[in-house]
């Protein structure tokens, strides 16, 4: 530290280092009302300097530094556990509210395969009732249904495992080709198609066809939407330590990318009247 003090007699500077004083004394001049030199004034000041130097700061001023440090540290520490905390709330939220797509979508999806199954004891029925009609037929369709309702899966949520949904979908596909075979085959059968009750049923199941294709493309495109979440930066980060796994998805069924082929019988023109 420097201390510098200005007298009529001159101008010094001290400098303290170590408990030892050094003094510089410039342009001294004899005081015109004493005989001795400002020198002597100089030095007392520098050694009362050197005292204070020596004082001992108290042990309060110390702690209460160290109080404040960490109050800074604690107060930057919490602010930044609310920030992720926050962060983490949100994604969960997020989280939940795409997986409760996916279950509604799936549950609607059970809803339309559980309403075909419900038809079609009643058209087998009505198609028992027609005279020599083909008795394999109407078997291969009851041991169809029973091996759909066989497939147990869980109803109240959407499958991950992708084993369990390819043996679902299995199942009722098997059961969707037995239907038509079933329908195909009561074209030849004019009282059936007479039958008001057949007619009926088969309106119906068409129709529930319809909704569990249109079921199925919602479920997966509410499963594509959840997934890409979970898969997503930073969600995949914490989404598996939550509970929330990828949902798998409906396929195709096999040959459904291939176009149909049509033929046409080739007609030979006719002679025209001479």
Known sequence: MVAAVDRPCGSFSIWASRGAVRVALAGLQKCANCDSFSQLASVAVAKS??????????????????VAIGCGCLAVLVLVVVVFGSFIIGGYNRLVQAQASVDAAWANVQTQYQRRADLIPNLVNTVQGAANFEKSTLTEVI????????????????????????RFQQAQDSLSSSLGRLLAVSER??????NTNFRDLQAQLEGTENRIAVARRDFNTAAQAYNVLVKSFPTVLY??????????????AAGAENA??????SFSPSATPK
């Open 239 to 252: 989404a598996g330590l939550l509970g929330f796994t990828p949902k798998a998805y409906f396929t195709s």
């Open 189 to 194: 059968y004019p009282e059936l198609k007479a």
């Open 143 to 166: 041991n169809a249904r029973a091996n759909a309702t066989k497939v147990t899966v869980d109803m109240s949520k959407a499958p991950s495992d992708p084993e369990a949904i390819k």
């Open 260 to 265: 149909p082929t049509v033929s046409f019988p």
């Open 49 to 66: 300097h050197r005292n204070r130097l020596r004082t001992r700061r108290p042990l309060s001023e110390f702690m209460n530094r160290n």
